[in-house]
């Protein structure tokens, strides 16, 4: 038996089109070069919930992602995506076990009655793969992405889109981020590859990290 998590009328194809609306140009990179150096408080709207997943947790969802994995390979060839070095899978459909966990971070991140998309966005990222500053399509993604981090310890970083203010969040294994308002739509986000992967001065390795992201849909406009 599949259960499906969140279940929400309607599908949508936001992630193909999410992609056309990630920046391509390498404008936030140019205006970091002037960025404040990082700030010590996370931006509004950021919540991390560290340790959200046990090991044995985490261990259920990895045994669920894997075998739709096998059989593709990480993709490095476009130099203008906005993700280099990964694969990914969109997947509605779930055991139980894994259910009642995913069920857990709707909970957490959305609260109920929410609507959130079912197709739920599963990245693997390589150890060598990184994601460039991008803000999510508001057209095709709501005012929340959630995300849990499998894997591997990683820096994200936030820049301001108007002042170029930065700062840096690390997000540890297994634990849960949550962006919403503010920080989802005035602030691009990214993760750092292993070469500059810095948290408050010490250097954070990035191995394989498989992140399982939920996104709500938009507000319809009336
Ligand atoms: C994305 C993204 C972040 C993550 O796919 O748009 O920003 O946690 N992913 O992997
Ligand atoms: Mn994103």
């Given at each position: 038996m599949t259960w499906t998590v969140c279940s929400q009328l309607g599908r949508v194809s936001w992630l193909a089109k999410a992609k056309v609306s990630?920046?391509?140009?390498p404008g936030p990179f140019e205006r970091r070069r002037f960025a404040?150096?990082?700030?010590p408080r996370p931006p509004d709207g950021l919540r991390v919930c560290e340790e959200f997943v046990s090991l044995r947790e985490e261990q259920i969802l990895l045994d669920e992602v894997e075998p739709s994995f096998r059989k593709m390979k990480y993709q490095?060839?476009?130099?203008?995506?906005?993700?280099?070095g990964y694969r990914e899978i969109e997947r509605e459909k779930w055991s139980a076990e894994a259910a009642s966990l995913l069920h857990r971070v709707c909970e957490t991140a959305f609260g109920t009655g929410s609507e959130v998309s079912p197709l739920i966005h599963i990245l693997d990222l390589d150890a060598h793969g990184y994601i460039k500053p991008h803000v999510d399509s508001i057209k095709f993604c709501g005012n929340t992405i959630a995300g849990l981090s499998l894997l591997s310890t990683c820096v994200m970083r936030f820049v301001h889109?108007?002042?170029?203010?930065q700062m840096d969040t690390l997000l540890k294994r297994r634990s849960l981020y949550i962006m919403r308002d503010k920080v989802r739509y005035m602030f691009t986000h990214e993760i750092l590859k292993n070469e500059e992967s810095y948290y408050e001065g010490k250097h954070i390795p990035r191995s394989r990290r498989i992140a399982i992201i939920f996104r709500n849909f938009p507000e319809e406009k009336t």
């Open positions: 990630r920046p391509t140009a404040a150096p990082s700030a490095f060839d476009h130099w203008d995506d906005a993700i280099h889109e108007g002042t170029a203010e």
